[in-house]
């Protein structure tokens, strides 16, 4: 829904000026199948009937026709009864009406704004508009107040998907490599790439930050690109300059993974860099396997055959963690921090590592505790007989020029 013509609505729904009060922004569920199912006819008749019905209602507050299947209110109350007014407006809509015999039930979703004399119009539709969106996102059919910290973090959303898109992907993002460590040899095995991103103006934007938002744009597929192309090249140096065999462990989203040419691609880095197949390890969250998950399969199974490790990272965390393994073609489970953080002290964590590690060696795979950062984790996770681990105990994550030392030392 566009600000600009929530505001021509609300002007001409005469609800300009807004006193102190609050601004509610109601959207009916899943409208549309009312109109595939009777026609648009119909669907502007049930939007109509709700309309008076809710002005019968609720004749204290005003009342507007947004665009599409939503509505505005203002009511002129205090702040304290909106969550009260907003409940009575959701039970009102979800009140049957008929169409011809056939009994139709609604739900609807409500953005709520507090309303200060020292706020614009505008800014009062925005945080209504995020508070919607949010609650959408979340769980339909209930409503949300708006907070200035939502409507911040919206802003910082929009200015960073502009940012992805106005920046210069080789100057402000760069890899740094976190060691992965034998848990028997104490020696290095492998690394694994992670992304950062400086950016000129808003300074360094962690990955928990700015990676959700490029998986909603196709920003995501470019730096995947340039991810795996870097950290493989870097690989094959690392390989060529100490004679070892190091691995190197590169995240991919599941938006690259349902790429139709996300095979091709690593196939023709893998040949670009001359990296050998085996050294390289793509680890995939679980949630990989909701999308598409047939064709997913066979890409994995397709790579696997090439010699191509896949890991399965953060296992544990999710609500399907066990699906996900029997359907994947996974050789190596990551077990996150946040099982692993203060688990020496935790009878339940322990007990949730020890399984997760019998069941993958029961499984054939092999286990990399994520996340240790004092003596007591690592030695909880040896003694549970994990395979690797990596954190800060041993090294944070660093550049690529700062690993020659640590290579040969």
């Known amino acids: 829904m566009d600000s600009a013509k929530f505001i021509d609505i609300v002007s001409a729904s005469r609800l300009e ?6 601004l509610l922004l109601i959207d009916l569920d899943d409208f549309e199948m009312i109109n595939e199912t009777y026609g648009y006819k119909k669907g502007d008749f049930v939007l109509q009937l709700l309309v008076a019905r809710l002005a019968y209602r609720f004749p204290k507050h005003r009342i507007g026709k947004a665009d599409g299947s939503a509505f505005l209110m203002f009511a002129d109350i205090d702040s304290a009864d909106k969550e009260e007014l907003a409940a009575d ?3 009102t809509i979800t009140e ?3 169409i011809k015999s056939d009994k139709v039930m609604l739900t609807a979703s409500i953005g709520i704004a507090e309303v200060a004399s020292v706020m614009t119009t505008e800014q009062s539709l925005i945080a209504a508009k995020v508070a919607l969106s949010d609650t959408k996102k979340s769980r339909r059919g209930t409503f949300l107040v708006s907070s200035a910290d939502a409507v911040r973090s919206r802003k910082r959303t929009v200015q960073l998907k502009r940012a992805f898109y106005e920046s210069d992907l080789e100057k402000q993002f760069y890899l740094v490599y976190q060691p992965q460590i034998d848990i028997k040899t104490g020696l290095i095995t492998g690394a694994e790439a992670l992304l950062r991103w400086q950016h000129p103006v808003f300074g360094l934007i962690p990955p928990s930050e700015f990676i959700p938002i490029a998986e909603g744009t196709r920003f995501i597929e470019r730096i995947g690109r340039h991810v795996l ?4 090249l870097q690989c094959k140096a690392w390989c060529d300059e100490t004679g070892k065999r190091l691995t190197i462990a590169v995240n991919i989203s599941p938006w690259q993974v349902i790429q139709p040419d996300f095979f091709e691609e690593v196939v023709q880095t893998l040949a670009d860099t001359e990296l050998d ?3 390289l390890e793509i680890e995939l969250t679980e949630h990989v396997a909701f999308e598409e998950e047939e064709r997913i399969v066979e890409r994995l199974k397709s790579l696997q055959a090439l010699g191509v490790n896949i890991a399965l990272d953060d296992f544990g965390m999710g609500y399907s963690s066990l699906q996900t393994l029997s359907r994947l073609p996974v050789q190596q489970l990551k077990i996150p921090r946040e099982l692993i953080a203060s688990s020496h002290n935790s009878k339940t964590k322990r007990a949730v590592i020890e399984t ?3 069941l993958g060696k029961r499984l054939g795979k092999t286990i990399v505790a994520e996340g240790i950062e004092n003596e007591e984790e690592a030695a909880l996770v040896r003694s549970l007989g994990c395979d690797r681990f990596q954190g800060y105990l041993f090294h944070k994550p660093l550049r690529a020029e700062s690993w020659r030392e640590l290579l040969t030392s």
């Open 17 to 22: 000026p807004l006193q102190d009060g609050v």
């Open 89 to 91: 407006i959701l039970g």
């Open 96 to 98: 049957p009406i008929y």
């Open 229 to 232: 192309y870097e950290a493989c």
């Open 277 to 279: 197949a085996s050294l």
């Open 356 to 358: 997760i590690v019998l």
